[in-house]
């Protein structure tokens, strides 16, 4: 099915946040710090307040400033504070600086280039502290540097490890199965880097007030969240806010972070209830909003000579920044996908996840939540242990791979592989690159310009149900012409999920495609409920929500048809058609739903406008699998790496719509080799400020970039899933990398193990080889 959203995207007729802005308006900016760690001591407003068209300077000494310190993660509410895990550290404004580029102060001016200004005439003194950059600082700072957050004395804000049961095995930890001279071991220390989402659209809002309430239209993933963040911030009524989405340039979970809506808010609010734009430079999106988090990672690796696993272990260090945001759950996630992956032969795992306070920029979520970095640690090592000992890396892979059956131990609800369509992909996979032909073609090549093919696979859950809520609502409105208006909570972000909860829809109650009409913008005082789009939930769980709203509304049709004709027998709905008769396998139209709708709108004895709602909550989960395949060129006198070929294949249970799920995936796979070969924000260590703020130095690929890319689905049927599905927004971002750097370690023998694999890491590890 086309998109729904096709023609006014393609046209321009699309409204954005930006489009909507009313005018008059005025325009907000933050003033930043210009140090990475210290405190604010004064702050010298007066010739900027002083320049016509300013409004007004509030800075981080203003006395009526809300006092509330906010926790940014989008999350759902947790109703008890005892089990909320997201941490409350920031305030709108605050004197303590943790990283270069805080929000100290703010200007509103009539226009933007009047508030430039007024934020260079601003003047600050600063009482600066060493800097914190990475774990050792945070657990050993530097003389004089006091933690990030003094309610975090040590800088490490979680840690948490897993160990299966070693209960059978023979041994009595997992450090004694690593020691035991039978079996081979290896230890490997991986880096990944800290990767923007590098979305289109920039992050921006605009507020105004009604009567006493404030009205905020953003950019964003989670317009629920930013409801209740705002009313936290603030310190009023969650229903004194309305929160209103539109259509949204890419987020890739930069958005799906409360980032500036409270601060514009409250700045609406100072200004009397003023429409306030308050619109980040692609230079502050860079350095001022989420990245994803840069990690470290140290496992273990023990087998036998059979290709099986006998034990693994990986310590992953995350830096989160100056502020939590999603903080430990990223790297806890990705820990999780560790011990899954390969959970196939080996009798224990081992698992530790740490997040720590820095003062570098503050990370958040970004696609795929921390897999990505744990599928670069596991599959580095999976590769080196093929490639030592000389196995094949598809076979040894699948040979330890996730089986049908698996439950995870650590999972506080049943999450279970009830679908497995692993083995399949990996088929196909190699069928598409030629694995096994070109394994041989390249085997024996010692030139200059050399090839490899090489290969990883992914295992991501399909929500966060049985950890977290996971609940979703709908609304379906029975309109005159027998279309139905479908509202929902679930967000479109430019991924597609309106066109496949419409396809749902009209499976789901028996009507053409065509006569579903979705209302893609969500506002907080009229949609349904829902938590965002996050965790490649939003088809998994809203699916539930739309079949049972729509079974309800089915049901509604049908009554009011018995009404309209008593003789009925075996009634349906099919098509757009109310049908029946006296064979079931054999039903005829009896009328159209449109005339039942039309009858039902205006009848003078039975008047009704017939509609569903509802709200559905799970708590099943299963796993979304799939393999990468690449084929690379290496010149290793240029130290240069390019990419000729990439094949995904994806086990996503039924896929509702294929065109959409490619394109998914090709995305999907452009920012895994980003993430593999080009893409890295650099941090200054002695000032802490981002270097490359700007998509000039900061560098993700073009089209010039990727060659033609091949995405095929081996579709299985989870009874989890609503119509069979799984799956799908974040999975393909996720292997590529690995698989490209398998390919490389294929044509050259060289190991490499910190990404981005740019041409100075390439030289590198090719001159500690000898081959340049």
């Not at 003094?150 to 490890?161: L, S, T």
């Not at 990439?646 to 394109?663: E, K, M």
Request: proline share 6%; charged share 20%.
């Amino acid at each position: 099915m086309t998109r729904v959203d096709a023609i006014d995207k393609v046209t321009g007729r699309a409204q954005f946040t930006a489009d909507l802005v009313p005018n008059p308006h005025l325009v907000a900016k933050v003033v930043r710090s210009t140090i990475a760690s210290g405190r604010v001591v004064s702050i010298d407003t007066s010739k900027a307040e002083r320049l016509p068209g300013v409004v007004g300077v509030w800075t981080c000494f203003d006395t009526d400033l809300p006092s509330y310190q906010i926790y940014t993660a989008g999350h759902p509410w947790v109703v008890d504070p005892a089990h909320r895990g997201d941490i409350e550290d920031r305030k709108i404004l605050d004197a303590r600086v943790r990283q270069y580029g805080d929000n100290i102060a703010a200007v509103v001016a009539e226009d933007s280039v009047t508030a430039d200004r007024a934020v260079r005439l601003i003047e600050v003194e600063y009482e600066e502290y060493p800097i914190i950059f990475d774990y050792e600082d945070a657990v050993n700072p530097p003389a004089g540097a006091p933690p990030v957050h003094e309610e975090c004395p040590g800088n490490v804000h979680a840690e948490w490890d897993t160990r299966t049961d070693l209960e059978g095995t023979g041994y009595g930890s997992i450090e004694e199965i690593h020691a035991d001279p039978r079996w081979h071991h290896g230890s490997y220390t991986m880096a990944t880097p800290r990767q923007q989402q590098a979305h289109i659209e920039t992050c921006l809002s605009y507020c105004y007030m009604e009567g006493k309430r404030i009205v905020c239209v953003t950019s964003t993933q989670i317009p629920h969240i930013i409801r209740h963040s705002i009313g936290l911030a603030l310190e009023i009524p969650w229903g004194d806010v309305r929160v209103i989405k539109p259509c949204v340039g890419g987020g890739f979970g930069n958005k799906q972070d409360v980032l500036y809506e409270p601060l514009n808010a409250w700045l609406c609010k100072k200004v009397g209830g003023r429409c306030v734009l308050l619109e980040l430079t692609r230079e502050e999106v860079f350095s001022c909003t989420r990245s994803r988090q840069p990690k470290r990672f140290v496992a273990e690796a023990s087998w036998d000579d059979d290709m099986n696993l006998v034990a693994r272990s990986c310590e992953g260090y995350s830096n989160s920044g100056g502020y939590a945001s999603h903080g430990q759950a990223i790297v806890a996630n990705g820990q999780g996908s560790f011990r899954y992956m390969y959970s196939g032969q080996e009798k224990a795992c081992y698992t530790k996840a740490l997040t720590y306070y820095s003062n570098q920029s503050t990370a958040g979520a970004m696609r795929a939540y921390g897999v990505p970095e744990s599928t670069w640690a596991a599959e580095c090592m999976m590769s080196d242990i093929a490639y030592d000992m000389g196995w094949d890396g598809a076979e040894f892979r699948l040979n330890n791979a996730i089986k049908l059956g698996y439950s995870d131990p650590f999972w506080p609800a049943p999450l279970v592989c009830v679908s497995n369509g692993l083995p399949e992909c990996v088929e196909r996979g190699k069928e598409l690159i030629g694995w096994d032909e070109k394994r041989r073609l390249y085997a024996d090549e010692t030139g200059p310009v050399r090839h490899g093919v090489g290969m990883a696979l992914l295992c991501y859950k399909c929500s966060v149900a049985g950890l977290e809520l996971e609940t979703a609502s709908a609304r379906m409105l029975l309109a005159e012409d027998g279309s139905v208006m479908l509202e929902l909570g679930a967000t479109e972000i430019g991924q597609g999920c309106d066109t496949v909860m419409c396809q749902m829809c009209a499976d789901a109650v028996g009507v053409p495609f065509e006569a579903v009409h979705i209302l893609s913008t969500q506002d907080t005082d009229v949609s349904p409920y829902g938590a965002g789009a996050y965790a490649s939930r939003q088809t998994y769980v809203t699916g539930i929500a739309i079949k049972k709203v729509a079974a309800q509304l089915r049901e509604k049709i049908l009554a009011y048809a018995a009404g309209l004709i008593p003789d009925g027998q075996n009634l349906d709905l099919v098509d757009g058609q109310i049908v029946g008769g006296p064979d079931r396998d054999h039903l005829e139209p009896l009328m159209g739903l449109g005339e039942l709708s039309c009858i039902a709108y205006y009848s003078r004895t039975d008047s009704q406008q017939i509609s569903a709602e509802g709200t559905a909550q799970t708590d099943l989960n299963s796993f979304c699998l799939g393999a990468c395949f690449v084929e690379v060129e290496v010149d290793v006198p240029l130290c240069k790496v390019e990419v000729k070929n990439v094949v995904q294949v994806h086990d996503s249970g039924r896929i509702i719509n294929p065109a959409t799920a490619s394109g998914q995936v090709h995305g999907g796979i452009a920012q895994s080799v980003g993430f593999g070969l080009f893409e890295e924000l650099i941090e200054d260590p002695a000032t802490g400020r981002t270097l490359n703020d700007n998509f000039l130095d900061y560098k993700i690929p073009t089209m010039l970039d990727l060659p033609d890319l091949t995405a095929e689905f081996v579709e299985t049927w989870d009874p989890t899933g609503p119509f069979g599905n799984k799956s799908l927004g974040e999975p393909p971002a996720i292997p590529a990398a690995p698989a490209i750097r398998d390919a490389i370690l294929d044509a050259t023998g060289v190991k490499l193990y910190e990404a981005p694999m740019t041409p100075q890491r390439l030289f590198e590890g090719f001159k500690e080889a000898g081959l340049v």
